[in-house]
């Protein structure tokens, strides 16, 4: 066996009585080449390219897997018929793709840190462009996708994800980037700055944004929505250095509107459509679940990721799809006889060892919590900011909230200035006089506005739940206070759930708790945090997802206690749904506040702001100048109390600090339509993230 390196490749020539080692070989991703030029190698076949001297030879891209057959062939010194090779310490050696551990340095910011199977993801990708992230859910794939941006430092990265994990991304995003740039997160073309977007940047978009939906006009004439097709074409124009698409099986069926605006469509030149895969550098895509029970269901996404290694679909239905014909009788006309007629079926699986060989070998890495449990902790927190469907709660309710509760209003648009200002005691102070405004209020007060929230908030928690489940979730705990949310998410799935809250009797709950804990169809629990907060064992879930929030810390955390407690083999994984920018928001950060651990899932301490140029900086001032007037006239000010309150403390300010800046940019942005048209406050929009 003659074991030599070319350029990136390891190649092995192998002699008549050496062939027995070809299955070895191919078991741990190396592929034979024939010749440069020749049909029966694969399409962009990488020993055509960098070995165009070599023929008959096998070869792989992989070091580790190079460097352990060349010691292997090196050690063994008895004739090359008698020779055998330890294919198992190859295996271990040449697998990065189960790897939890790495010793490379990648850029981080300060004060965070990669955990040992993270960095070992990147080093995969170090060595693969395209990669597929299969890590089970609650290893921090996100984290991996930014440890790999500062890795490669790509500039232009576009994120396609569902539309309740956008806030999530973006507080990622904030937080991971060792270089500061602009993040945008558009709903339409619009969002977008006019003159195009910078050279380094990072867009967040939900998929539903780039298809065109059907619309009713005022009129009651239908048509179709072009602001979808406008939002594609501005993204498809730019050049990105990496596209991430997260929960990644959303794009595994070839004639979906999605999948041919994301990956578009090579397989016919009539039908052929250019996606936005085709203008990324990389591609980096995440599931949790990326061995599906139909493996054709993968061919999309592994034709995307590996086009030399998963070339062509036909072959790729035979051997892992079980692909066979069947006989059917389809009855033409009308009274005519059934005539027999051959169709494929493909809806099987066959080879899957192999196939999942292949993946990893090509473009996957995929660990279990099993296999890394004692690096994660025992509780995890999530605080994920979402945006309702219709892009706001019922704002006259919160106006109405807020100018009935001045000091309360008050006080919420100084928690975020503090924030903005990043300095800890006055963010400390800031918290406790939200506490304190908050005890004063009077149920009655609160109550309307936390269940028009609530309500409202009801879709997208469903999304979200089915979002967790689809990425392997398993069984999930989602947890609510208004019996309005408690019902309608019953109502959601069906005799998938089972729930316990006020109205439950007492005799039912046990067998309730015991149906969810041992019936493979039960897979969501729902219940009311006080109901259900205590005195019951929920370990099938290591998933908990808080709908509403309690305004009692003890009551979420005996809540949360239901899936992490003795019993619980795994990481407890804990997320909380807030609507971005909302009371909810204000509130969860003081309540959190009050625990150590749960302090660190708000990462507010720890946010950075891009740095503002003088540039910037004297156009924020002109802008927040020219509104003093219009911001004191109440009559003639159409905002709410507390960007109201915010803009008219930074325009009094000599000075602003970056995040400030940031601060009255997000207000601009958010409450652009009841700004007057036309001002200085225009030209802040898209300039400054």
């Given at each position: 066996?003659?074991?030599?390196?070319?350029?990136?490749?390891?190649?092995?020539?192998?002699?008549?009585?050496?062939?027995?080692?070809?299955?070895?070989?191919?078991?741990?991703?190396?592929?034979?080449?024939?010749?440069?030029?020749?049909?029966?190698?694969?399409?962009?076949?990488?020993?055509?390219?960098?070995?165009?001297?070599?023929?008959?030879?096998?070869?792989?891209?992989?070091?580790?897997?190079?460097?352990?057959?060349?010691?292997?062939?090196?050690?063994?010194?008895?004739?090359?018929?008698?020779?055998?090779?330890?294919?198992?310490?190859?295996?271990?050696?040449?697998?990065?793709?189960?790897?939890?551990?790495?010793?490379?340095?990648?850029?981080?910011?300060?004060?965070?840190?990669?955990?040992?199977?993270?960095?070992?993801?990147?080093?995969?990708?170090?060595?693969?462009?395209?990669?597929?992230?299969?890590?089970?859910?609650?290893?921090?794939?996100?984290?991996?996708?930014?440890?790999?941006?500062?890795?490669?430092?790509?500039?232009?990265?576009?994120?396609?994800?569902?539309?309740t994990l956008r806030g999530n991304w973006r507080n990622e995003l904030d937080l991971w980037l060792?270089?500061?740039?602009?993040?945008?997160?558009?709903?339409?073309?619009?969002?977008?700055?006019?003159?195009?977007?910078?050279?380094?940047c990072v867009c967040v978009v939900n998929a539903e944004k780039l298809i065109a939906s059907k619309?009713?006009?005022?009129?009651?004439?239908?048509?179709?929505?072009?602001?979808?097709?406008?939002?594609?074409?501005?993204?498809?124009?730019?050049?990105?250095?990496?596209?991430?698409?997260?929960?990644?099986?959303?794009?595994?069926?070839?004639?979906?509107?999605?999948?041919?605006?994301?990956?578009?469509?090579?397989?016919?030149?009539?039908?052929?459509?250019?996606?936005?895969?085709?203008?990324?550098?990389?591609?980096?895509?995440?599931?949790?679940?990326?061995?599906?029970?139909?493996?054709?269901?993968?061919?999309?996404?592994?034709?995307?990721?590996?086009?030399?290694?998963?070339?062509?679909?036909?072959?790729?239905?035979?051997?892992?799809?079980?692909?066979?014909?069947?006989?059917?009788?389809?009855?033409?006309?009308?009274?005519?006889?059934?005539?027999?007629?051959?169709?494929?079926?493909?809806?099987?699986?066959?080879?899957?060892?192999?196939?999942?060989?292949?993946?990893?070998?090509?473009?996957?890495?995929?660990?279990?919590?099993?296999?890394?449990?004692?690096?994660?902790?025992?509780?995890?927190?999530?605080?994920?900011?979402?945006?309702?469907?219709?892009?706001?709660?019922?704002?006259?309710?919160?106006?109405?909230?807020?100018?009935?509760?001045?000091?309360?209003?008050?006080?919420?648009?100084?928690?975020?200035?503090?924030?903005?200002?990043?300095?800890?005691?006055?963010?400390?102070?800031?918290?406790?006089?939200?506490?304190?405004?908050?005890?004063?209020?009077?149920?009655?007060?609160?109550?309307?506005?936390?269940?028009?929230?609530?309500?409202?908030?009801?879709?997208?928690?469903?999304?979200?739940?089915?979002?967790?489940?689809?990425?392997?979730?398993?069984?999930?705990?989602?947890?609510?206070?208004?019996?309005?949310?408690?019902?309608?998410?019953?109502?959601?799935?069906?005799?998938?759930?089972?729930?316990?809250?006020?109205?439950?009797?007492?005799?039912?709950?046990?067998?309730?708790?015991?149906?969810?804990?041992?019936?493979?169809?039960?897979?969501?629990?729902?219940?009311?945090?006080?109901?259900?907060?205590?005195?019951?064992?929920?370990?099938?879930?290591?998933?908990?997802?808080?709908?509403?929030?309690?305004?009692?810390?003890?009551?979420?955390?005996?809540?949360?206690?239901?899936?992490?407690?003795?019993?619980?083999?795994?990481?407890?994984?804990?997320?909380?749904?807030?609507?971005?920018?909302?009371?909810?928001?204000?509130?969860?950060?003081?309540?959190?506040?009050?625990?150590?651990?749960?302090?660190?899932?708000?990462?507010?301490?720890?946010?950075?702001?891009?740095?503002?140029?003088?540039?910037?900086?004297?156009?924020?001032?002109?802008?927040?100048?020219?509104?003093?007037?219009?911001?004191?006239?109440?009559?003639?000010?159409?905002?709410?109390?507390?960007?109201?309150?915010?803009?008219?403390?930074?325009?009094?300010?000599?000075?602003?600090?970056?995040?400030?800046?940031?601060?009255?940019?997000?207000?601009?942005?958010?409450?652009?339509?009841?700004?007057?048209?036309?001002?200085?406050?225009?030209?802040?929009?898209?300039?400054?993230?």
């Amino acid at each position: 066996m003659r074991v030599h390196q070319v350029g990136p490749l390891w190649l092995v020539g192998l002699s008549r009585e050496e062939t027995h080692l070809k299955q070895g070989l191919k078991d741990v991703g190396f592929r034979f080449h024939w010749e440069a030029g020749s049909d029966k190698c694969p399409r962009n076949c990488l020993a055509c390219q960098h070995t165009p001297a070599e023929r008959f030879v096998w070869f792989t891209g992989n070091s580790e897997a190079g460097k352990a057959v060349a010691e292997q062939a090196t050690r063994k010194t008895e004739p090359a018929a008698e020779q055998e090779v330890d294919w198992g310490e190859v295996h271990q050696a040449a697998d990065p793709s189960r790897a939890v551990d790495a010793d490379i340095q990648v850029p981080c910011p300060p004060g965070l840190a990669y955990r040992g199977f993270q960095k070992a993801a990147i080093q995969y990708a170090r060595s693969h462009k395209n990669v597929l992230i299969g890590d089970e859910m609650g290893l921090g794939k996100t984290i991996e996708v930014m440890g790999i941006i500062n890795d490669t430092g790509a500039k232009r990265v576009l994120v396609i994800c569902p539309a309740t994990l956008r806030g999530n991304w973006r507080n990622e995003l904030d937080l991971w980037l060792v270089e500061r740039r602009p993040i945008y997160l558009p709903d339409h073309v619009d969002d977008l700055p006019s003159y195009g977007l910078p050279d380094s940047c990072v867009c967040v978009v939900n998929a539903e944004k780039l298809i065109a939906s059907k619309m009713t006009t005022d009129t009651g004439e239908k048509g179709t929505k072009e602001r979808a097709g406008g939002l594609f074409q501005a993204l498809y124009n730019v050049q990105w250095d990496v596209l991430v698409i997260d929960e990644a099986n959303r794009v595994k069926n070839a004639q979906a509107a999605l999948t041919r605006r994301v990956i578009g469509c090579h397989t016919s030149k009539k039908k052929e459509a250019y996606g936005l895969a085709d203008r990324a550098s990389r591609l980096l895509f995440l599931t949790g679940t990326p061995l599906p029970n139909r493996p054709k269901e993968l061919w999309v996404i592994l034709n995307a990721l590996a086009p030399a290694e998963f070339d062509k679909e036909f072959p790729f239905l035979i051997r892992y799809c079980d692909a066979h014909k069947e006989t059917i009788f389809v009855r033409g006309r009308p009274g005519a006889p059934a005539e027999p007629k051959e169709i494929w079926k493909t809806d099987g699986c066959s080879n899957l060892p192999e196939l999942q060989r292949r993946m990893r070998a090509s473009v996957m890495i995929r660990r279990l919590k099993a296999n890394v449990l004692k690096e994660l902790p025992p509780k995890v927190r999530q605080v994920l900011p979402v945006t309702l469907p219709d892009g706001k709660v019922s704002a006259s309710a919160e106006q109405e909230f807020f100018a009935d509760n001045p000091e309360f209003s008050e006080a919420a648009a100084e928690l975020q200035l503090a924030e903005a200002l990043g300095d800890p005691i006055t963010l400390a102070k800031a918290r406790e006089d939200l506490e304190h405004e908050t005890a004063k209020l009077q149920v009655w007060q609160i109550a309307k506005l936390r269940q028009e929230i609530a309500i409202a908030k009801l879709p997208v928690v469903v999304e979200h739940i089915k979002a967790l489940q689809e990425d392997g979730a398993g069984k999930v705990v989602v947890m609510a206070h208004h019996k309005a949310v408690l019902e309608g998410l019953m109502q959601a799935f069906g005799d998938k759930a089972v729930g316990i809250w006020g109205d439950t009797k007492q005799g039912d709950r046990e067998g309730i708790v015991r149906r969810f804990q041992t019936d493979a169809n039960v897979t969501v629990f729902v219940g009311g945090i006080l109901a259900a907060g205590v005195g019951i064992t929920l370990t099938a879930a290591q998933t908990m997802v808080f709908a509403e929030i309690d305004w009692v810390p003890g009551n979420l955390w005996q809540a949360e206690d239901r899936i992490h407690r003795i019993g619980q083999v795994g990481s407890a994984l804990i997320q909380y749904l807030v609507v971005d920018g909302s009371i909810e928001t204000n509130i969860l950060s003081t309540v959190l506040a009050k625990d150590r651990t749960a302090a660190a899932a708000l990462d507010t301490l720890g946010k950075r702001y891009d740095p503002a140029t003088p540039g910037e900086r004297e156009r924020m001032a002109c802008a927040l100048a020219e509104l003093v007037d219009h911001l004191k006239d109440k009559k003639l000010c159409k905002l709410p109390p507390v960007p109201r309150r915010i803009l008219r403390d930074l325009a009094t300010r000599q000075a602003i600090t970056d995040g400030q800046v940031w601060l009255a940019t997000s207000m601009f942005r958010k409450h652009r339509k009841l700004l007057p048209k036309g001002g200085a406050w225009v030209f802040c929009v898209g300039e400054i993230k």
